[in-house]
């Protein structure tokens, strides 16, 4: 009896202690493959396919820009028109053009005429000439216009779709990691309850021995039977909770050209942690954490990106305001070359110019546009307002929760050793005849209890670091830099 309490006791602290306990052979086909939060949180970012889908809205984001930049490709135009009517030419038009358009509103352009014919517009100059000719906003479309407006937002949707991208990591993350450790926690409570299965098994069998030889009660072997019935109904429903915690978790397990990862019963978590002690580690102060994540969080600055984008569409709206003054001078010269003999005299003759002038009298659609452009912002400023209060809300929350479960967990390891010292004490009692197989159980059953209880509030500390890390948003800042297209 005595090699049977000393191997339980033994059973116990090698628990408590992260130490594998060596009672249970394993075959080779039994070899364990461990996972660990690290690991996992590589795979996510290599393989998840949220992650790229995320990375094609960044290169989406991209090709919107180069989309936007093309309003500023130089345009090459022509027209060709003739008329020929009872064997008489009326007229040949051919007129090459060009038009460059600038990053300030200003366009640039230059062309060729050939007019030949009989009855051709009175405006049109007879023979061969060219021009060259420039567009200016005198007010309206000056300062800012659709194409400068449509690109600058296109920049700034290039940000924020990357600020969205980490979001969505930081998202993702959390999600697995709160699955993996209720994983990690399950697997624990199994090897835990496995143990006791095993231990009392051998203790079914030396009881119902003696009892056979006359040397214990009868009722001793229905006893220890109800505490083995007891704990095999505990491990086969632990047994269960692992497993499915593994199938939830393989969900977030995918491999190369978006192959879902086939889950495999003989992945465990890795258990190095139990000797690490990280709980005992000092935390970085509040004030520092609620700071970095009112200032990094990537849902805040998808916000701030956003702002900006309305930010540029007020100023547009604005432009609705103005005037409409567009200033035209083309410079004339007969033939081909447009800068052929030009001098003073020669630009005070040959030129073409002109102002259109439109404005309407009430303003009523540029007054409501830019009224409505402001609301925006207006409502945007409110939200991150809401935004931040929350994440810092969840900063404070995660940080609080750490601290306690901090001084559950040395008060539950505590309660452990005292419990164990009981069960130890009861077995020397049980040893000498002065105490029963039901006490001896019952603190057993206590041991149990307050080691399940230290496991689950230590891998809920590291979910909660987890989930403090995602309420600061650290989980999405992966390396990303807006390429300039």
């Known amino acids: 009896m005595r090699v049977l309490v000393i191997r339980s006791i033994i059973w116990l602290m090698c628990l408590v202690q992260g130490i594998p306990f060596t009672g249970l052979a394993q075959s080779p086909d039994s070899v364990l493959y461990t996972l660990s939060e690290s690991e996992l949180v590589a795979i996510l970012r290599k393989y998840h396919p949220y992650l790229q889908q ?10 919107f820009i180069r989309e936007s930049r093309g309003e500023f490709d130089p345009l090459i135009a022509g027209g060709w028109d003739k008329k020929t009517f009872d064997d ?50 005198l007010a309206k479309d000056l300062v800012l216009d659709k ?7 296109a920049k700034i949707m290039l ?31 199994y090897k835990i309850l496995n143990n006791a299965v095993q231990v009392n098994s051998d203790r079914y069998r030396f009881i119902r021995l003696e009892a056979e030889q006359g040397l214990r009660a009868a009722i001793d072997t229905t006893e ?49 942690w139990m000797a690490i002690n990280d709980w005992n580690n000092d935390l970085p102060a509040l004030d520092e954490l609620v700071r970095t994540a009112s200032l990094e969080h990537p849902k805040l600055q998808s916000y701030q990106f956003k702002l900006g984008v309305q930010e540029i569409e007020r100023r547009l709206k604005f432009q609705s305001l ?34 259109s002038f439109q404005m309407p009298l009430f303003l009523r659609q540029g007054r409501g546009a830019y009224q409505a452009a ?32 901090r001084k559950q967990i040395g008060i539950n390891e505590n309660s452990y050793e005292n419990y164990l010292r009981l069960f130890r004490g009861e077995s020397l ?12 159980n019952a603190r057993e059953n206590k041991v149990l209890e307050s080691l399940q209880k230290l496991v689950e509030l230590k891998t809920k500390w590291y979910k909660s670091k987890a989930s403090l890390v995602w309420a600061g948003g650290r989980w999405g800042l992966l390396p990303y830099t807006a390429a300039s297209e």
């Open 54 to 63: 995320a990375n094609l809205q960044v290169d989406q984001a991209k090709a």
């Open 88 to 137: 008489q030419l009326y007229y040949n038009y051919f007129n090459p053009e060009i038009v460059i358009p600038t990053w300030y509103g200003i366009e640039i352009y230059g062309g060729l005429e050939e007019v030949i014919g009989t009855r051709t517009d009175i405006e049109r100059s007879l023979g061969k000439t060219s021009y060259l000719g420039i567009s200016v906003p």
């Open 147 to 153: 194409r400068r407006a449509v690109l600058q937002q």
């Open 159 to 189: 940000n924020q779709t990357g600020a969205e991208r980490q979001n969505l990591i930081n998202d993702l993350l959390n999600d697995a990691l709160s699955v993996y450790w209720a994983w990690t926690r399950n697997y624990q409570v």
């Open 224 to 272: 220890a039977l109800t505490q083995l019935q007891q704990f095999q109904l505990m491990e086969a429903d632990a047994w269960l909770q692992f497993q499915n915690a593994g199938l939830e978790l393989s969900n977030y397990l995918w491999l190369e050209e978006s192959q879902p990862f086939a889950w495999n019963d003989r992945i465990v978590p890795d258990s190095s």
């Open 322 to 355: 103005l005037p409409k003054a567009d200033l035209k001078y083309n410079l004339l010269n007969k033939g081909y070359n447009v800068l052929d003999k030009v001098d003073r005299a020669f630009l005070e003759n040959n030129y073409k110019v002109g102002i």
């Open 374 to 405: 402001q609301i925006k912002i207006r409502q945007t400023n409110l939200e991150i307002d809401q935004v931040r209060l929350e994440i810092e809300n969840k900063v404070r929350n995660y940080y609080n929760e750490l601290m306690t479960l």
């Open 429 to 440: 009692r049980f040893e000498v005849g002065e105490s029963t197989l039901f006490l001896l």
